[in-house]
């Protein structure tokens, strides 16, 4: 074999060879996740064209074949839907060791254990799990808890009320992320039971919800305001029925109310809107009639 | 107070929420919910940021929780405080009137928001082309650029025409109604909504396990009247360290 063969196998060896996938590949990947997250989102697939152009420079770096490239590509363009960062970040973090690990099996061998169906079988399996926890964590304790925080600021016209709540927010969901992906990406699908399963997840999302319905007995007492201006006897007897009631517990009525609407939420059906209406019509009632 | 909404004020509230509404990157995600930011944002427009603070504030409160996981949101409480606000700066309602109209509008937004997930299902048609030729661009174009500005451009279109339109006829409307006793209804309604928006936050945060740290958190409020929220916070925070050590300590030594 002449030294030009030999160069020339060699280079088309190059050429074919998956490319290793570095922690900045990976980092990267969530960055683009992070920006397109919910640009794309559509009816049939929500957010597949996120995740595909999160992953196309790893997917690119690892697939020299373009047939292969094209049935890769394809197979990340149907439905995907998760949680932003939990769900976002741990599985672009495990897909891209998945996919490293199926490339290069794929170009020593001709062929690998791990399946298009098992990466298919695994996105699918987690994204569910692992929004519900992050949707959880994240949109319903977390943000709102930074909110409640700001309320006050805001009503005494600080802008620190606004600006804080947000900001602390997006960093906070860009830095857990990138934890996340980095974690998946490291010890693979381990990471993803550990997050759902693990003793210390549950505990850190316990006590967030601790942290999260402890500021909403604070708001209620402070910002639910419904009074009643009826009086009792006549005269110099005269008494106001609101001091009479708040001197049984301050803020009875709102309070009774608030727990009222929330067995109504936990026991019946959750329809904000729907009790909102109600309620308009009850409280405008009661306001019209001088009840209120 | 009287302000008049200027094309240029519009404008620049309708950049705002186009921006929100096309979710430009993860960040937008507390932007859909809060009302406070874009109370901001038309605050700083409208030269009054302490009154639509204020106005953010009543609206949040009854908006506190609208779902919202995987886009099934049933209001978007930015795009009611967008073009609530300046109707409260616009001297219509005062802030907690505004919020019996802010609802049907949140409603509403939810709808407009949905719109857009129809928009994009062509682009993704479009992309599976695009993945087919491995044109990288072309991707770009389909996934990214096209659903945002669409996205953009018509939320920014349609807000503008709002604000600019619907606010001085919401404000003349406001104006009408707050007369007599009806603007007493409204602003006990509005008040009281706001136990609609924290019974949906406690529904969010806890499970029936975790309603005694709301009772704790409800008589700690009426016993230190006046403590800042962040000294709540921390409190919070504490009990809640306590609570886990006392409940979870040999679960967590199990995974250590």
Known sequence: ?292 | MNFTLSIWQALLIALWIGLVLSRFSVATLQLRFTTLMTALVVGLVMRDVPTALVAGVAIQLALFNVGGAGGSASGEPAFAAAIMVPVVLSGGLNPYQSVVIALPIAVLGSYLYKARFKINTSYMKAADIKAEELDEAGLTREIIVKPLLTSLAIYTVLMLVVLYLGVPLLTLLGESLVQGRLGHVLDVVGRGLAAVGLAAGMVAMGKAKHLPFFFVGYVVAILLPGTSMVTFAILAGAIAFIYILASDADALKSSD
Not at chain 1, 50 to 75: C, F, G, H, N, T
Not at chain 1, 209 to 220: A, K, N, Q, Y
Not at chain 1, 250 to 272: A, C, M, R
């Open chain 1, 1 to 292: 074999m002449s030294s030009n063969t030999v160069q020339d196998t060699l280079k088309e060896e190059a050429n074919t060879t998956p490319e290793e996938i570095t922690k900045k590949d990976v980092k990267k990947s969530w960055f683009r996740w992070w920006f397109a997250n919910e640009i794309p989102h559509s009816v049939d697939r929500y957010l597949a064209g996120s995740l595909l152009w999160a992953m196309m420079p790893i997917l690119k770096k690892l697939y020299k074949d373009e047939d292969e490239l094209k049935r890769v590509y394809q197979r990340y363009l149907v439905y995907y839907n998760t949680n932003a960062t939990w769900g976002g970040g741990l599985v672009i973090g495990i897909l891209s060791d998945m996919e490293e690990k199926r490339a290069k099996q794929l170009h020593e061998t001709g062929d690998s254990m791990i399946s298009d169906s098992i990466i298919d079988t695994t996105k699918e399996g987690l994204m569910g799990s692992l929004a519900g926890i992050g949707d959880s964590v994240d949109t319903f304790t977390v943000m709102y808890t930074l909110i409640a925080i700001g309320l006050p600021w805001a009503l005494n016209g600080n802008i620190l009320g606004a600006l804080l709540p947000w900001v602390v927010f997006a960093l906070y969901q860009f830095i857990i992320g990138s934890t996340f992906t980095q974690m998946g990406n490291a010890i693979g699908t381990k990471a993803a039971s550990k997050v759902v399963s693990g003793a210390r997840s549950k505990v850190i999302i316990d006590g967030l919800r601790i942290i999260g319905i402890f500021m909403m007995g604070i708001l209620v007492a402070n910002y639910v305001d419904i009074s009643t201006p009826l009086t009792w006897g006549s005269g110099q007897d005269q008494q106001s029925i609101q001091a009479m009631l708040d001197s049984v517990l301050p803020g009875l009525i709102p309070l009774s109310v608030t727990l009222g609407i929330y067995y109504y939420f936990t026991k019946k059906e959750f329809n904000v809107m729907k009790v909102a209406l109600i309620v308009s019509i009850v409280l405008g009632v009661l306001a019209a009639i001088g009840i209120l």
